[in-house]
């Protein structure tokens, strides 16, 4: 079926988002079955040859943000299993965190900051897409980003700096 | 680090402005803004890996998605269509009201047709009984009641007066009944014959009636019953019915004159 070819296919990407975005993976299930359903109900609303992942995004969204908001503050601990997802060949550049250190600095952003990053960084979308998506002006887009970029290498650096720290007294 | 688009590097970076001819050429020739850019870019790459680090089985939900999806098909996601089913059914939908129109205009035109040759053929019977064979009817002929009997039926006391043939004049009108309706039965003479002419004031009727006469022919319509020929028409929310024993074309002229006196 067309749906199937066009929409699920991006269902591993839309979890991704989801659990940073939920910060627990069966309330990012449930926001992914959620989406996945009201997009095929609406799938005479898509235009084919338009961006499907982009679509979906937007209305995983729009489902996170009017039927999740109650949950969103609550301090979920995500299942840190070791799983590598990464495109063959691509370049890797060498950090001195794990990717728990990371993880947990994203997860300490606010929503809005943590939602632009992992569209652009993760998800490949350019600002004018996400501007798209989450319906908001390119230039907040970008600051967003930009912000959120200093965020997380700032709380990374504080993280460094205590381990250094506590190297040193040993 | 004296180089002044050094500080633009980041905006440049995720407006996608980095890929321009411009900013290439600067790159290759600038190691500070280039240093800069792969930073930028190793640290978002940094924060993909992270991410992608988490093990995220998608099957099982993809099968529950799927399930889920086919829980909820509704009478109009056909399965085995691959467009979009809204437009189907719209297009059910208009189909629907066209054929419907269709049927309604036919009934419509049929029903008015008929309603209106039985009432021809009521008025012919009227005539022949109460004004050639002169059956004892009571009739008001005083002009003062035969307006009186215009206004309740017509809603205009004027109508017999303003009606009447070129060269003949009034000689009664009384209530009679023509295909279940009460009509004004009006007689006039020119000395040697004698012309009934028959008025009512359409009503509303109910939402199925008003609808059906949308559809109802309301022109001129001559006919020959028995040995009259019967016009009828209706214009201004009145039915006419004329009774002669003219040809048809002289009684299409006198409903026409009739019509245009409404």
């Given at each position: 079926m067309q749906f199937e070819q066009l929409a699920l296919v991006h269902v591993r990407a839309l979890l991704r988002a989801a659990v940073r975005l939920a910060r627990d993976v069966s309330i990012a299930e449930d926001l992914v079955q959620d989406a996945m359903l009201r997009a095929w109900r609406h799938f005479d609303r898509f235009q084919p040859g338009t961006n499907c992942k982009a679509w979906l995004f937007r209305i995983m969204l729009n489902c996170w943000t009017t039927r999740h908001q109650q949950i969103r503050q609550e301090a979920i601990q995500f299942f840190p299993e070791q799983y590598a997802d990464n495109v063959p060949g691509e370049r890797r550049p060498v950090t001195r965190f794990t990717a728990e250190e990371i993880q947990n600095s994203i997860d300490l952003l606010n929503e809005e900051y943590r939602t632009v990053l992992i569209l652009f960084a993760v998800e490949g979308f350019s600002c004018k897409e996400i501007a798209e998506i989450l319906a908001i002006p390119i230039g907040t887009v970008m600051s967003r980003l930009s912000r959120a970029r200093n965020l997380v290498k700032t709380d990374l650096a504080k993280r460094e700096a205590r381990y250094m720290k506590a190297k040193a007294r040993i | 680090m004296n180089c002044p688009s050094y500080e633009r590097v980041t905006d440049a970076y995720l407006s996608g402005e980095i890929e321009s001819s411009e900013w290439q050429s600067h790159l290759e020739s600038c190691p500070n803004c280039t240093a800069k850019l792969r930073s930028e870019s190793d640290f978002d790459l940094i924060i993909r890996h992270a991410v992608n680090e988490e093990r995220l089985q998608t099957r099982q939900l993809e099968a529950h998605v799927r399930a889920a999806i086919r829980k909820s098909r509704t009478p109009w996601h056909f399965p085995l269509s691959h467009g979009p089913m809204l437009v189907k059914l719209r297009y059910g939908i208009a189909a629907t009201v066209v054929l419907g129109t269709l049927v309604l205009a036919t009934f419509g035109y049929a029903k008015g047709r008929m309603d209106r040759t039985a009432a021809c053929v009521d008025a012919a019977d009227d005539h022949q009984e109460e004004v050639i064979s002169k059956a004892p009817r009571k009739w008001k002929s005083n002009l003062k009641d035969v307006e009186s009997l215009s206004k309740r039926m017509?809603?205009?006391?004027?109508?017999?007066?303003?009606?009447?043939?070129?060269?003949?004049?009034?000689?009664?009108?009384?209530?009679?009944?023509?295909?279940?309706?009460?009509?004004?039965?009006?007689?006039?003479?020119?000395?040697?014959?004698?012309?009934?002419?028959?008025?009512?004031?359409?009503?509303?009727?109910?939402?199925?009636?008003?609808?059906?006469?949308?559809?109802?022919?309301?022109?001129?319509?001559?006919?020959?019953?028995?040995?009259?020929s019967v016009g009828s028409t209706q214009k201004r929310d009145v039915a006419l019915v004329l009774v002669s024993s003219s040809p048809i074309p002289d009684v299409q002229k006198l409903v026409e004159q009739a019509a245009n006196r409404l």
């Open positions: - | 017509v809603g205009d006391p004027s109508i017999p007066e303003r009606i009447a043939p070129a060269g003949y004049h009034l000689i009664g009108a009384r209530v009679c009944i023509l295909h279940n309706k009460n009509y004004m039965h009006i007689d006039y003479s020119d000395g040697n014959n004698e012309i009934s002419l028959f008025v009512r004031h359409l009503d509303s009727g109910n939402g199925l009636t008003r609808v059906l006469a949308w559809f109802a022919s309301d022109g001129e319509m001559v006919e020959r019953v028995e040995t009259f």
